[in-house]
Nanobody, 124 residues
Framework: QVQLVESGGGLVQAGGSLRLSCAASGRTFGMYVMGWFRQAPGKEREFVATASRSGASTYHIDSVKGRFTISRDNAKNTVYLQMNSLKPEDTAVYSC?????????????????WGQGTQVTVSA
């Protein structure tokens, strides 16, 4: 069982930056592939980024490439999402998720555990 708690969300102006954190419980954090998803009002949840167990491999959706970066610190049981050059369309609830299966995962069904989410609001 893994419990995930996100933090770092908030209100920021367009062009600003935020760093989201997702802290995981347990001593097996390094065995999980981690991902970030987001859900904007009235829209379905969308995959944003994922990092392999070691963090050596990452994947980001095209709309955030060059602006967002996923990283992880296995010693701290934490995965991060650094978000720069934020746009109003990035406004959403951002959730982290953990998958026990190896590889790179972009589908919700591939993830076993989810956090509650943190709100990110970008004003124009």
């Amino acid at each position: 069982q893994v419990q995930l708690v996100e933090s770092g969300g908030g209100l920021v102006q367009a062009g600003g930056s935020l760093r989201l954190s997702c802290a995981a419980s347990g001593r097996t954090f390094g065995m999980y592939v981690m991902g970030w998803f987001r859900q904007a009002p009235g829209k379905e949840r969308e995959f944003v980024a994922t990092a392999s167990r070691s963090g050596a491999s990452t994947y980001h959706i095209d709309s955030v490439k060059g602006r967002f970066t996923i990283s992880r610190d296995n010693a701290k049981n934490t995965v991060y999402l650094q978000m720069n050059s934020l746009k109003p369309e990035d406004t959403a609830v951002y959730s982290c998720a953990a998958s026990a299966a190896p590889g790179i995962h972009i589908r919700e069904v591939e993830y076993d555990y989810w956090g509650q989410g943190t709100q990110v609001t970008v004003s124009a």
